[in-house]
């Protein structure tokens, strides 16, 4: 057995009382307050400075809390929120086309298979209106439509539009606009900024948050750093599949290290694949290329209908085309949620339809766009994703069809936390796609922005004063106890360790073999057999890596491979425990596809007597510790997920 499950504790998601509606104003009613004049002297780390970060650090330094920023990057402004493309969902109805809160909760709800809070998705949808206000606020330049009203789109999962969008960017620009918030309070003094530098180790005293120990990127230094609360902003995993869609830095390390000090880490094995990105086209890639899901509101999908087909797209008469997506989804199309869409990818692909010199490949076609909308109309949309495709692949996609191809993309999983945003370590919170909380088990498109950004305006700079106002009157936070000691001298070690190795493989080679074995058995589709076979797998490769591994260069200053190596050695242990959650959950649930269960037509079979929980594991000696929250619908009755 690869774990065990402790039956006795039950999480306490801290859900408030009351109506749906009206459970986050019944927080906000009774939360506690700390006194303006006081707030200074409270101390709070946020680790990370993408959108969640960066806002949760500006809202609590403009309320005039004593912050401190850690980012890896040379700036925030490079964190990885700015590569997200296509927009922010929003529910404002702008196109009177029947959009509410309710509609909205809903939507989310469903899109992640009924395995997320009611009362958490409910408040996302119920702020998200707030953001755009705040954002437009900003200077963040949305589309706007003639009117002056600003443009929606759809993304997949929907039959609203929704989704606001600076043409391609709009991560960048929502980044920025919480950048300058940031920014202004780092001049104001109320934040003080460390860019470059890694969180390696969480401190914990007496199962309390008091710091972290972070490494200086550039000099080697390490230093510790003590607080009254810390913040996880630390971004998503989903790197740990070597190819994906996120940043090369990208990693788990921070929550990695928080689990390993108590923090249960919940579902880590909802792994988001993308179905449109640039497909794979060598074994020496180092990353996929996302397009992003808004072209599928006017792109078709379609494979041809002969096995092996080696006609031209543009030579393949519409008779020889199967539009599987429109075929087998007819209410949704091409607008099908994500996982479902990449699911039906990597059937026609594994099938002999795909295309593409690898044949790893679908099309994505604008031509009937372009025959009814205009050249002119598509490439105001989509121009640059246009100019961007060409650049990488040399094909121009207003004449010939797009080549494009599932890829992980976006971790569901990650800390458990409650509905305050708190781990179970008092004084540790995560937020943004660092947490677990909003997604279920598939996140629809434009809702992980939406939702970086509620965790760090609006839900964060609530909850936390409450655990603060609770620890009574401020005291200086200390980093001179001998559990700070411990966290510094366990950081060096392993890195003295890591450096000391002197094997002859280097760290890309063990990441790049995780990743083939995540892929393939813990990806799109999974089965016991191929999980335990991924179990054995990476055992076999950790002890590899720990015998093997070559790390040129000295320990301090600029030692790239060394901060690779450190992310590495904690996705080996990641990768493990999403292969034993996967195999724990004996169902199919959005992104989580168990081959064994499935319906007559390949669809995804749920199992909610048994499984409607969220995982909860917790770090043991020997094996992982499931414990399970169960999941309450109370104001909605799961159905079966169809987009027929
Ligand atoms: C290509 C791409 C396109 C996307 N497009 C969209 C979209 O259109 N709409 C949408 O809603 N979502 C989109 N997403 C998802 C969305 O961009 C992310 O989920 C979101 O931006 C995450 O924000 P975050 O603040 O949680 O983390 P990030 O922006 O990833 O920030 C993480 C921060 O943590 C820091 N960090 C990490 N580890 C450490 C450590 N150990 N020590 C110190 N600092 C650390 C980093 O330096 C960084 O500052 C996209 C994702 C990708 C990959």
């Known amino acids: 057995m690869y774990y065990t499950t402790d039956t006795a504790t039950t999480p306490n998601a801290k859900i408030p009382e009351g109506d749906l509606k009206d ?49 890896f990057q040379d700036s925030p402004r490079r964190a990885h929120s700015v590569a997200a493309q296509g927009g922010v969902n929003a529910m404002k109805n702008y196109k009177n086309d029947g959009d509410s809160v309710y509609r909205m909760f809903y939507d989310t709800l469903k899109g992640g298979d009924f395995r997320a809070r009611e009362a958490n998705v409910y408040r996302l949808a119920e702020c998200s209106s707030h953001l755009i206000d705040q954002a437009v606020a900003q200077g963040v330049p949305f589309a706007r439509e003639y009117s002056g009203y600003l443009a929606n789109r759809s993304f997949g999962g929907v039959q609203v539009s929704r989704t606001f969008y600076a043409r391609g960017q709009t991560g960048q620009q929502l980044l920025l606009g919480a950048y300058q918030a940031m920014m202004r309070q780092v001049h104001l003094g109320r934040i003080k900024s460390f860019t470059r530098h890694e969180m390696l180790d969480l401190v914990t005293e007496n199962g309390v948050a008091k710091g972290i120990i972070v490494r200086n990127m550039d000099t080697g230094e390490i230093s510790r750093h003590a607080a009254h609360a810390v913040v996880l902003a630390t971004g998503g995993f989903g790197k740990i599949y070597y190819l994906s869609t996120l940043a090369m830095g990208c990693n788990g390390s921070a929550i990695w290290r928080a689990h390993k000090k108590g923090a249960w880490t919940s579902c880590p094995s909802w792994t988001q694949i993308h179905p449109t990105c640039l497909p794979q086209a060598g074994n020496y890639q180092s990353k ?26 543009i030579e393949i008469p519409e008779e020889d085309r199967d539009y599987y997506l429109e075929r087998k989804y007819p209410s949704y199309g091409n607008l099908a949620p994500r996982d479902i869409a990449s699911r039906a990818a990597k059937e026609r692909i594994d099938a002999g339809h795909g295309v593409g010199p690898l044949k790893n490949a679908v099309y994505l076609d604008f031509k009937d766009a372009i025959a009814t909308q205009g050249k002119d109309i598509i490439s105001k949309k989509y121009g640059n994703l246009f100019n961007m495709y060409e650049k990488i692949t040399g094909i121009n996609a207003y004449q010939q069809p797009m080549m494009i191809s599932p890829a992980a993309h976006f971790s569901m999983g990650g800390l458990w936390v409650d509905y305050e945003l708190s781990t179970n370590i008092p004084g540790l919170y995560a937020i943004g796609e660092a947490n677990f909380s909003d997604h279920g088990a598939n996140r629809l498109g434009a809702n992980s922005l939406l939702q970086a950004c509620i965790d760090g305006y609006y839900v964060l700079p609530q909850t936390l ?36 190795i002197n094997g002859s493989k280097t760290v890309d080679h063990f990441h790049r073999e995780l990743g083939k074995i995540l892929y393939d058995k813990c990806g799109l589709s999974r089965s016991a057999k191929g999980l335990t076979e991924a179990i054995e797998s990476i055992r076999v490769l950790r002890k590899s890596f720990l015998q093997d591994l070559k790390i040129p260069q000295v320990l301090q200053g600029i030692n790239e491979e060394l901060e690779k190596a450190g992310r590495v050695a904690d996705y080996l242990e990641i990768g493990e425990l999403m292969c034993i959650d996967a195999l724990s959950r004996e169902e199919s649930c959005g992104a989580h596809f168990r081959e064994e269960h499935q319906t007559p037509d390949g669809e995804a079979k749920r199992n909610d007597s048994d499984f409607s929980y969220i995982s909860c594991w917790k770090k043991n000696a020997d094996t992982p510790v499931l414990i399970k929250e169960p999941l309450q619908f109370e104001f909605t009755k799961p159905t079966e997920r169809s987009y027929k």
């Open 288 to 313: 996929l290329t996302l397009m992003s899901e808004s072209l599928r509101n006017d792109g078709r999908i379609w494979v041809p209908q002969t096995k092996n087909e080696n006609r031209k797209a």
């Open 23 to 71: 459970k986050w104003s019944n927080f906000k009613d009774k939360t506690r307050l700390i006194s303006p004049n006081n707030r200074h002297q409270y101390k709070i780390l946020v680790v990370g400075t993408g959108l969640s970060g960066a806002s949760a650090a500006a809202s609590l330094a403009e309320l005039g809390y004593n912050v401190s920023t850690f980012c």
């Open 465 to 500: 004063p409450q655990y603060l106002a609770q620890q009574g009157k401020a005291t200086p936070p200390e980093s001179s106890s001998e559990a700070f000691m411990k966290a510094e001298n366990q950081v060096r070690s392993q890195l003295e360790e890591l450096s000391g």
